[in-house]
């Protein structure tokens, strides 16, 4: 799922643009999810031993109106229930020229970045293994550099 600083660009260069243009802002990009929500959500959900990765992508596209349309497609236009309906055609060409000078790369592309999580988490059933008990190991991880001459040597004397 799509993490919480996905599309900072773009919503930081329509926040900016609706500001100076409409004297205020609301959200056009649909909310997404903090790492520790995503957490305390499987937490609640009965899942434990949980592990949450994080990644982030980086597109570059040639403006923003390319970024939206991309957006469109993916169907991942704003989902909130009371978003406004529409935005100006003025205040969406300010943002694309924010967008431009605040982010542009150096061949004229803009990024658009997406922050992408990945979550693991078990439930526990009887008829699993369960983890062995913490301290319990008979072999450091100092030890597993060494493996492969500790395996050389069992060979000889086998």
């Known amino acids: ?5 996905t599309l900072y ?7 900016l643009a609706e ?7 609301s959200p056009h990009v649909s909310p997404f999810t903090a790492v520790n929500d995503l ?42 229930w009371n978003r406004k309906a529409l935005l100006h055609r003025n205040t ?6 924010v967008y431009g000078e605040m982010y542009r790369n150096e061949d004229g592309s803009v990024p658009a970045t997406y922050q992408i999580y990945y979550m693991i988490g078990w439930k526990y059933h009887d008829s ?7 301290g319990s190991a008979t072999v450091s991880f100092g030890e597993l550099g060494k493996i492969n001459s ?3 040597q069992e060979k000889k004397s086998q």
């Not at 799922?1 to 600083?5: A, S, T």
């Not at 660009?9 to 926040?15: I, K, P």
């Not at 699993?128 to 913490?134: D, K, L, S």
Request: hydrophobic share 40%; charged share 20%; proline share 3%.
């Open 39 to 80: 957490g305390h959500l499987l937490g609640r959900a009965g899942f434990n031993t949980l592990t949450v990765d994080t990644d982030e992508i980086q597109v570059n596209y040639p403006g923003m109106f390319e970024l939206m349309e991309d957006l469109q497609g993916m169907g991942e236009s704003n989902c909130a």
């Open 150 to 152: 500790l395996m050389s």
């Open 92 to 97: 969406m060409l300010a943002a694309a020229a």
């Open 128 to 134: 699993q293994a369960r983890p062995a008990e913490r």
């Open 19 to 25: 500001t100076e243009r409409e004297g205020g802002f």
């Open 1 to 5: 799922m799509f993490g919480g600083d």
């Open 9 to 15: 660009e773009l919503r930081c260069s329509l926040q």
